[in-house]
């Protein structure tokens, strides 16, 4: 007798609004390292959520639908998304995507000059996601430093 596999969803409101709360007021940061197999149809489903997340492909290749826009990264890239942007992406095989999500406030106060300067100025564009590539250098930096928050982070849940 084969093991009945676990399956995760994601929980929306009637807007596509995620009811999951990432992290908390004190520490608004969470990590999570998804296998994309363990999800319905191998898909988070459309959603959205104030928090920016990014994602990483470690391994297989995942389909993302974010606004109007569709396209396929491969192991080694990676994506950002932009607070309250409805997006979705899954995969026809197997896929491993570590992934973040911050509220923008976690990056600097927002009565501060930074929040003000760089992080509104983000939330407030009409950008909806920042593909990252290691074939164009300052995407290359960007990967390595998410690259470096996740193994950060997994060392942390080790050690809990």
Known sequence: M???KKTNKIATDDNL???AQHGSSQYSFQFYCDDLEQFDFHCIDWHW???FEFVYVETGTVYFGISDKQFALSEGQGVFINSKIL???FS???AIVPNFVLMPYFIAAQDSLIYQKYVLPIMASPMDY???SSDIPWQAQALSLMREIMAAQEK?????
């Open 2 to 4: 084969g093991s009945v």
């Open 17 to 19: 609004m995620e009811m």
């Open 49 to 51: 959520h104030t928090e």
């Open 87 to 89: 997006h979705r992406y």
């Open 92 to 94: 026809q095989g197997n």
């Open 130 to 132: 920042q593909i990252f």
């Open 156 to 160: 942390a849940s080790d050690v809990e």
